[in-house]
């Protein structure tokens, strides 16, 4: 089975930090994606990642970046955490590439608070 | 533009039931993949499914059965006799040529015993 990890489950922060969010995979996929998720609005991409040290910005990139060093690990950054940032973040990889039409495996998630 | 609408945000029924959860789709692609996951309280995103645009023969899973009709845009769910263990939020969501999943906004679904 597919496992995506995300390091916290639960993350408390304050206005004004920077705060790293990180997922690892351990099946070799080429793709990972981050996204948050608030009511009513289902999931919406941050950021995407093709392969390593390649990024690309999905639908609402802005107060956040990525990093890609290695294969298995996508880092979501929050150069400067504001309170509208309080979300649930989600993290995904997938196989095979830019054309890929692979399903999505998602991890856990990390519920995020800014104070 | 690219858009998936699950009009339903909840659903509440009562175990052995039978409850369809509705999915409408527009895309402009004539190449195109559909899925549905499942996201119980523990918060994980489960896929379910995924549907090429050119295969429209319905599937059916256990108790899980999906109707993809090309001819209204539309990829419905439905879980035959229910039982609590299906209390989740179930998105739908669309993949076409921007390398993207557009998500649904999520329908939560409750099981009542």
């Known amino acids: 089975d597919v496992k995506v990890t995300q390091s916290s489950r639960y993350l408390v922060k304050r206005t004004g930090e920077k705060v790293f969010l990180e997922c690892v995979q351990d099946m070799d996929h080429e793709n990972m994606f981050w996204y948050r998720q608030d009511p009513g609005l289902g999931l919406r991409l941050i950021y995407f990642s093709y392969d390593v040290k390649m990024k690309e910005k999905g639908d609402i990139p802005e107060g956040y970046s990525v990093s890609r060093e290695k294969k298995e690990r996508f880092s979501l950054i929050l150069e400067s955490a504001s309170t509208n940032q309080t979300s649930m973040y989600l993290c995904?990889?997938?196989?095979?590439?830019?054309?890929?039409?692979?399903?999505?495996?998602f991890g856990d998630g990390t519920r995020l608070s800014i104070l | 533009a690219q858009k998936v609408t699950q009009a339903q945000t909840e659903i509440s029924v009562v175990e052995k039931e039978d409850v369809t959860l509705d999915c409408v789709y527009e895309?402009?692609?004539?190449?195109?993949?559909l899925f549905w996951y499942k996201q119980p309280p523990s918060g994980e995103l489960v896929f379910l499914i995924r549907r090429n645009s050119f295969d429209e023969q319905n599937e059916i899973s256990g108790r899980y059965s999906w109707n993809f009709q090309k001819s209204t845009s539309s990829f419905n769910f439905t879980i035959t006799a229910s039982q609590v263990v299906d209390s989740a939020v179930y998105f739908c969501a669309l993949r076409g040529n921007t390398g993207k999943l557009i998500f649904g906004q999520g329908t939560t679904l409750q099981v009542k015993p």
């Open positions: 995904a990889s997938s196989l095979g590439g830019p054309g890929s039409y692979q399903p999505q495996h």
């Open positions: 895309t402009r692609d004539t190449t195109y993949y």
